[in-house]
């Protein structure tokens, strides 16, 4: 009998060979119940890291300010400067009224309603100052909210009865408006602390902005890293969403322009075929950890006390500060040259639900270049469509 | 509870993809019987059931990435096989060559006719009582239709290495073969 037929003969025999097997049918239950379990324990703890920083910085941002040792946001230090009446130079009221008009910074005679920015000192703004820290003591002046302006105000001559005096033709036309539009804009002058996460859309599938093709090859990105023992070979390899977690603070500019920075994680999680050590592995797990600075532009159209919409433009660099394998039993690490560099566009809108906390959504498209990073679903669709969520707190 | 032989293949599949339990099951005892064969060629029976248990809980996990293309059943077949390779790379079986290099190269042919009269079981029987390395390459190669370039780089071997490998196995297998025939001779 020649080799070939016995091959064929024998190959015939097992392909049809059939057995009862022990049942295992108890064992794979329990497997899928666990399994489900550390699916269900996976999101709860992330919900529960995420929960426990957000809770963690509001906490900071609240509290911080009541404390008279912690009073550092610059708005608060220009607004209830410990100056008593006796110290302040108190001109007429006439004269006041009359230089405001000169300067059209009408904005200027209702400080104690909007945040300040630090060059606020610079301006004049004697007439309720001088009152509101005579009757409200330091620690106790929450003058930024509506609720304190009114409590502060019976001690204050109010300007508008004191226009009433003086007469409204006295007064340039747009006097009170522009007074409310003043303050409206100074709200796009607050710096603002972000906690951010990420929604990105990931498709192996042929989805949006998916790119089929073969893996990428040895030679490219993809590889395992630089002095990689791994190597992956599998045409279709599965990608899990990226999480991103981070904080970023934006600064204003101008009216409309802030600049934001901070730090930002990421998890990207991978699973392909891939040779370790030449030998081939069946869906081995690949975990990074991304360490990154973005630095974004944005430009705000829309700005009224309870919305917010902006464009943005942004890049960022990440370094891969760990890599994991996890194969069968073993978990191998590599090491991770280089960084990732991205850059990205997108508007956003923020909802400001109380005077000085709001959420932001910011949907955005970003692209990720090829700097020879290990095969993740940045690598594999460097094109991405985004969704960025959190809190905003302005300070 | 809907009766088990009611479900087509493609219910079947659609609802394990939504984790049904009952459709689990059904797939389970559908195809348990043809699956632990391969596992027995592979490991032996000793270490075939803890397979069989893996590969199905592989089998629920990665259902939703069957497209269709290929039988299903031959789907599941090469889930089953990377499990039992798992397997013998984990007890690093497939290092261990001391028995291989006792196994004499291939000697004399079968005779024609033999092979009619053994059954799959008895085959089965004995590909499972050949050393690991030797089984290994005979399964991918033989039965799974793997080229010895495949073959070498699933196991860790070179090419040479494979072809050596399967032409003892092959000889060993006629002996085998022929001492179980002869004695049903004599019976």
């Known amino acids: ?70 009073v550092v946001a610059p708005v608060e230090t220009a607004q209830v400067s410990p100056v008593t009446i006796d110290e302040v130079p108190v001109a007429p009221i006439e004269e006041q009224i009359a230089t405001f008009t000169q300067h059209q910074a009408v904005a200027q005679a209702k400080p104690v309603r909007t945040p300040v920015q630090p060059v606020a000192p610079a301006q004049p703004q004697p007439v309720v100052e001088t009152p509101v820290a005579e009757e409200a003591p330091v620690a106790d002046a929450p003058a930024e909210t509506p609720a304190a302006v009114s409590a502060a105000q019976p001690a204050v001559v109010p300007v508008d009865e004191e226009a009433g005096k003086l007469g409204a033709e006295d007064l340039p036309a747009d006097f009170w408006t522009a007074d409310e539009a003043s303050a409206s804009r100074t709200r796009t002058h607050t710096s603002q602390i972000s906690i951010l996460s990420n929604l990105t859309t990931v498709s192996s599938e042929g989805g949006l902005f998916y790119k089929p093709g073969a893996m990428h090859s040895s030679s490219q990105s993809g590889k395992g890293g630089a002095y990689s023992l791994v190597e992956p070979v599998d045409s279709s390899p599965k990608f899990y969403m990226p999480l991103t977690f981070g904080l970023r603070v934006d600064f204003s500019l101008t009216d409309r322009l802030s600049i934001g920075t901070g730090l930002t994680y990421t998890y990207l999680v991978s699973r392909y075929d891939l040779l370790y050590n030449k030998v081939r592995y069946e869906d081995a797990y690949n975990q990074l950890h991304y360490v990154g600075i973005p630095l974004s532009l944005s430009y705000h159209f829309v700005q009224t006390r309870r919305v917010g919409v902006y464009a943005s433009v942004a890049g960022a660099v990440e370094k891969c500060v760990s890599q994991r394998y996890v194969i069968g039993s073993e978990t191998p690490k590599d090491a991770v040259r280089g960084v990732q560099w991205s850059t990205q566009a997108g508007v956003g809108v923020e909802f400001w639900f109380v005077p000085r906390v709001g959420i932001y959504f910011d949907p955005s498209l970003a692209y990720f270049f090829d700097n020879s990073q290990p095969l993740s679903i940045r690598t594999h669709q460097p094109l991405q469509a985004k969704l960025e969520a959190g809190f905003r707190f302005k300070i | 509870m809907r009766e088990p032989s009611t479900y087509t293949e493609a219910e079947l599949i659609a609802s394990c993809v939504r ?10 005892e559908r195809y348990a ?47 089953f096989v990377n499990a039992s390779l798992m397997h013998l790379r984990k007890s690093d079986v497939l290092r261990r060559t001391e028995d291989i290099a006792e196994v004499p190269e291939a000697g004399g042919v079968l005779e024609h006719g033999v092979l009619e009269q053994i059954g799959s079981q008895e085959i ?37 290495s494979s072809r050596s490998q399967l032409s003892r196995a092959r000889s060993l297998l006629q002996e085998k073969i022929k001492k179980l025939y002869n004695g049903k001779k004599r019976i």
């Open chain 1, 1 to 70: 009998m020649e080799r070939n037929e016995f091959d064929e003969r024998l190959r015939d025999l097992l392909d049809g060979a059939t057995e009862t097997a022990p049942d295992v049918w108890e064992g794979i239950a329990r497997g899928l119940d666990r399994r489900r379990m550390l699916v269900i324990l996976r999101r709860f703890s992330v919900a529960a890291a995420a929960a426990a920083a957000m809770l963690a910085i509001a906490l900071l941002v609240f509290r911080g300010p009541r404390t008279e040792n912690q």
């Open chain 2, 19 to 28: 984790k049904d339990r009952t459709a689990q099951r059904v797939l389970y």
């Open chain 2, 33 to 79: 019987s043809k699956m632990y064969p391969v596992c027995v060629r592979f490991l032996g029976r000793e270490d075939a059931k803890d397979v069989l248990q893996d590969g199905f809980l592989t089998v629920f996990d990665k259902i939703d990435t069957y497209k269709g293309d290929g039988s299903f059943e031959g789907w599941m077949r090469k889930i």
């Open chain 2, 124 to 160: 089965l029987n004995l590909v499972a009582e050949l050393p690991a390395g030797l089984r290994s390459v005979f399964n991918l190669f033989v039965v799974e239709g793997y080229s010895h370039a495949e073959v070498g780089a699933l196991l860790g071997i070179t090419e040479q």
